[in-house]
């Protein structure tokens, strides 16, 4: 069974910077494309970043281009999310995930998330 | 950017059908996916390219797609469907990136 575990959450000041991890298990780590969902405390899901398979390719929603950075280690099996600059706002708990593979495909797999908060 | 506009609550009484939508212009030329989202926990995908099932989902979660308007169908409703669902697709108009839905949170009278 896929496996996704997210570390690297906590508090920290606004204008601050956090490293999330996300540890791959039990699938082709590298031929899979994988995403960072966040959802703000009682709100709905928010698309953060997409990264494909090889990590040429990268996406962003508006929200955090620019001050995040996705990037994976297909050796190590393990996707990051580097936050900067973070704000208030960015308080969510932020999911990895898999996407199936292929075009316009959905996110399969889930990690159980880590909560961020951003605070003074 | 591509919105997804679906109604923030359904409730439905257990047996019964329930229906939940998602509208966004001419989504009917895109590929839904819909997630279940129950409190304290992960999404999980129930639905994927407008119909199809994942392995482990019961046949009673059934979806549909065409014009503006996608539909999330859970026959015979039980308490444990009790949940939030998010309609979600991939825009690729400007760049690619997921869009999701607003949530419906499903009560179960």
């Known amino acids: 069974e896929v496996q996704l575990l997210e570390s690297g959450g906590g508090l920290v000041q606004p204008g601050g910077s956090l490293r999330l991890s996300c540890a791959a298990s039990?699938?082709?780590?590298?031929?899979?494309?994988m995403t960072w969902v966040r959802q703000a405390p009682g709100k709905g899901l928010e698309w953060v970043s997409a990264?494909?398979?090889?990590?040429?390719?990268?996406y962003y929603a508006d929200s955090v281009k620019g001050r995040f950075t996705i990037s994976r280690d297909n050796s190590k099996n393990t996707l990051y999310l580097q936050m900067n600059s973070l704000r208030a706002e960015d308080t969510a708990v932020y999911y990895c995930?898999?996407?199936?593979?292929?075009?316009?495909?959905?996110?399969?797999?889930w990690g159980q998330g880590t909560l961020v908060t951003v605070s003074s | 950017s591509y919105v997804l506009t679906q109604p923030p609550s359904v409730s439905v009484a257990p047996g019964q059908t329930a229906r939940i939508t998602c509208g966004g212009n001419n989504i009917g030329s895109k590929s839904v996916h819909w997630y279940q989202q129950k409190p304290g926990q992960a999404p999980v995908l129930v639905v994927y390219d407008d119909s199809d099932r994942p392995s482990g989902i019961p046949e009673r979660f059934s979806g549909s797609n065409s014009g503006n308007t996608a539909t999330l169908t859970i026959s015979r409703v039980e308490a444990g469907d009790e949940a939030d669902y998010y309609c979600q697709v991939w825009d690729s108009s400007t760049d690619l990136y997921a869009v999701f839905g607003g949530g419906t949170q499903l009560t179960v009278l």
């Open positions: 990264l494909s398979g090889s990590g040429g390719s990268t």
């Open positions: 995930a898999k996407e199936g593979g292929g075009s316009a495909t959905p996110i399969d797999y």
């Open positions: 039990e699938f082709s780590f590298s031929s899979y494309a």
